[in-house]
């Protein structure tokens, strides 16, 4: 069975730090990489995504795909409170379902 | 762009009636639709995935009688919950793809409260 861990959380970080938010896959042959942001009450919102090894810079997000070790993370520098949300991670391998994770749950402490 | 909207936003019916939610991929044709169940503060549950003309494709353990999906054109599904009961009370959200392996943009959801 195809999984993709995140931890829960909730991860606290103060207003103005750097958020690091880490996903898993089992599935060696997925091929997309998407991060999505859900605050609460709401559907998610892509924020991100990855396909190749290394980092991919987006204002203040940067998310980081290493396929060797079969993660993928999301860093949030500066954060606001307005990024507290749960962020999602998801993954694909092309002809088959995306796999959602978990989400951990981020708090940004004003 | 991609805008996936989805109606209506919430709805309350009673047990026993039937429900049908749309969506729609505004400025784009999505080749797949996908229809997610979350529960309060729990993830995302895949009920199907529907292609445009084809029939939808049921996760393990959703029951395809009593959740009609229909993908009649290129921009929109629908999901019709069949003869509801209170414990269909959920988040039901939409998500649609433009191309296989592509992203997916989900649309706003439907909070459903059956009575």
């Known amino acids: 069975q195809k999984e993709v861990e995140q931890n829960s959380g909730p991860l606290s970080v103060p207003e103005g730090a750097i958020a690091s938010l880490n996903c898993t896959y089992s599935d060696r042959g997925s091929q997309s990489f998407f991060w999505y942001r859900q605050y609460s009450g709401k559907s998610p919102e892509l924020i991100m995504f990855?396909?190749?090894?290394g980092d991919k810079e987006d204002g203040r997000f940067t998310a980081q795909l290493n396929k060797a070790s079969q993660y993928v993370s999301l860093l949030i520098r500066d954060s606001q409170p307005s990024d507290s949300a749960t962020y999602l991670c998801a993954v694909h391998n092309y002809g088959q379902n995306f796999v959602f994770g978990p989400g951990t749950r981020l708090s940004v402490l004003p | 762009g991609a805008v996936v909207s989805q109606h209506p936003s919430w709805v309350i019916c009673k047990s026993g009636t039937s429900v049908k939610i749309e969506c729609r991929s505004l400025?784009?044709?999505?080749?797949?639709m996908f229809w997610y169940r979350q529960f309060p503060k729990q993830s995302l549950m895949l009920m199907a995935t529907s292609n445009e003309g084809s029939k939808a494709t049921y996760e393990q353990g959703v029951e395809k009688d009593k959740f009609l999906i229909n993908h009649a054109s290129l921009t929109l599904s629908t999901l019709t919950v069949t003869s509801a009961h209170p414990e269909d009370s959920s988040f039901y959200i939409c998500s649609a793809g433009r191309s296989s392996g592509g992203e997916q943009y989900f649309g706003p959801g439907t909070r459903l409260t059956v009575t």
């Open positions: 990855i396909y190749s090894n």
């Open positions: 400025d784009f044709q999505a080749t797949t």
